[in-house]
């Protein structure tokens, strides 16, 4: 079982950066593959960004690739997702989640077992 607490999120203006983590609590984090999700007011929780558990491949929803970078630091059990020319539709709670390692990443939230309890981003225009 693992822990997850999210920070880093806050107030940022329009083509600004932030750069989230996520603590992992316990000695098997190693073994978890990560994802980053987000909800809006009013909307479904989605797929941002995943990383496998090795930090060798990641995988990005469109409407962030080339902007967003996930990372992770095993041996600090952390896993981070920076963020840079944010955009109004940026703006949203964002949760790290996880689940058992795989070749496959997973993209939907209910093939993730474990979910941080969310850090809000508000992107200004």
């Known amino acids: 079982q693992v822990q997850l607490v999210e920070s880093g999120g806050g107030l940022v203006q329009a083509g600004g950066s932030l750069r989230l983590s996520c603590a992992a609590s316990?000695?098997?984090?190693?073994?978890?593959?990560m994802g980053w999700f987000r909800q809006a007011p009013g909307k479904e929780r989605e797929f941002v960004a995943a990383?496998?558990?090795?930090?060798?491949?990641?995988s990005y929803a469109d409407s962030v690739k080339g902007r967003f970078t996930i990372s992770r630091d095993n041996a600090k059990n952390s896993a981070y997702l920076q963020m840079d020319s944010l955009n109004a539709e940026d703006t949203a709670v964002y949760y790290c989640?996880?689940?058992?390692?795989?070749?496959?990443?997973?993209?939907?939230?209910?093939?993730?077992?474990?979910w941080g309890q969310g850090t809000q981003v508000t992107v200004s225009s």
């Open positions: 989640a996880a689940h058992a390692g795989g070749f496959v990443l997973r993209t939907t939230p209910k093939q993730y077992n474990y």
């Open positions: 316990g000695r098997t984090f190693s073994m978890y593959n």
């Open positions: 990383i496998r558990s090795s930090g060798t491949t990641t």
